[in-house]
DNA sequence: GTCTATAAGATGATAGAC
DNA sequence: GTCTATCATCTTATAGAC
């Protein structure tokens, strides 16, 4: 098991896929494309990564790994509820500060028809992890008089990641920021956070 | 100018290449895919439209059209503010209904570093016409007395948009039409509507 | 306006040497 | 683990006959 900060070529890989699934999309970048930004040959990445598809799953199965990683980090972290939200937030607004970029689960919920079932799953895998968070966080947000909204938790939980997805598609065809942050304070600030 | 009713090869290139982009993404489908669907040869495809790029500016500028269109609509249709609200969102809920389509404009939003200019042009245009229309509603809904929210209306326009777009992105990864009508019905009941 | 034929390059993927 | 070489296929696009 390497350290966390050695970075192996098969990390390198993944990190360039992922930047260009995230501007492009998953039948927008080739393996030509990775291996010219790496700096090494289309057959060296096919041993890490047999078939597209492959790569793909992996792909999503490490952002769905760190994205966990940084949510529970938000829990750990102390504060309310609301803090909670916003920070929450702020892991959608870095994204998009970092070169425009989309979101690589709702790039990949775009490209879905096209993707094969090992990428699907994950996908689909993602929004369950992010709205079973948010759901725990606005139950207990309500329950201790920090948040308030109305009608189930499950419908404003996915309300907050619908609109945080789709901020970003929008602010992103603008380049700007600016409209993603005033879409999801306000939606924020309608569960009280 | 032809009747409404007929239809011109020009129109079915065009309808099937829309159904490609809004299932596939603007690079995942090939004049090979559309000629197969249509019944020609690729080459008579490049007779209507010579590059991809116009195929895709021709193909948004006709969305905006009858977008438009569909605004103009709901806005003679009589019935307040909320009414035109709801039947707003019902024009995202037919797509999604039709085939667990994306929103052809939330498709090459995601797309949009893959695009030609003139694509550009028309995905940050048609985000524009439904933020004017959206926040010209809300204005008047609110005037009236017939909605209530906090806030700018530009945002508001804009949280709504967001929260219907990432709402088709997240419904279809799961295949799910009522996720995406329980977000609509939740956004819209945020201003009263 | 549609066709056949063809081009030039890209694409995902494999075989086998080092 | 990385490379060269190669493959079959697909991609966008053009030329020119009908």
């Known amino acids: 098991m390497p350290a966390a900060?050695?970075?192996?070529?098969?990390?390198?890989i993944l990190d360039v896929a992922q930047q260009l699934v995230q501007a492009?999309?998953?039948?927008?970048?080739?393996?030509?494309?990775?291996?010219?930004?790496?700096?090494i040959r289309k057959a060296s990445?096919?041993?890490?990564?047999?078939?597209?598809?492959?790569?793909?799953?992996?792909?999503?199965?490490?952002?769905?790994?760190?994205?966990?990683?940084?949510?529970?980090?938000?829990?750990?972290?102390?504060?309310g509820s609301r803090s909670k939200l916003r920070k929450y937030g702020r892991l959608f607004v870095d994204v998009l500060r970092d070169g425009h970029r989309m979101c690589l689960c709702g790039m990949l919920a775009a490209d879905f028809d096209a993707l094969p079932k090992s990428v699907r799953t994950?996908?689909?895998g993602f929004f369950d992890d992010n709205e079973t968070w948010l759901t725990r966080v606005l139950e207990t947000g309500r329950?201790?008089?920090?948040?308030?909204?109305?009608?189930?938790?499950?419908?404003?939980a996915?309300?907050?990641?619908?609109?945080?997805?789709?901020?970003?598609?929008?602010?992103?065809?603008?380049?700007?920021?600016?409209?993603?942050?005033a879409v999801a304070q306000r939606?924020?600030?309608g569960v009280g956070a």
């Open 5 to 12: 900060s050695e970075t192996t070529t098969k990390d390198r």
């Open 24 to 39: 492009r999309g998953f039948s927008g970048f080739s393996y030509a494309d990775i291996a010219a930004k790496v700096g």
């Open 45 to 79: 990445i096919h041993h890490h990564f047999a078939t597209k598809g492959v790569l793909g799953a992996e792909l999503m199965a490490r952002y769905r790994t760190d994205f966990g990683r940084a949510l529970q980090s938000i829990e750990k972290s102390g504060g």
């Open 122 to 124: 994950e996908v689909s």
């Open 143 to 156: 329950a201790e008089g920090d948040l308030s909204f109305t009608g189930p938790v499950e419908v404003q």
């Open 158 to 181: 996915q309300v907050i990641l619908a609109a945080l997805e789709g901020a970003m598609l929008v602010a992103r065809s603008y380049r700007n920021v600016k409209l993603f942050e």
């Open 187 to 189: 939606v924020l600030a």
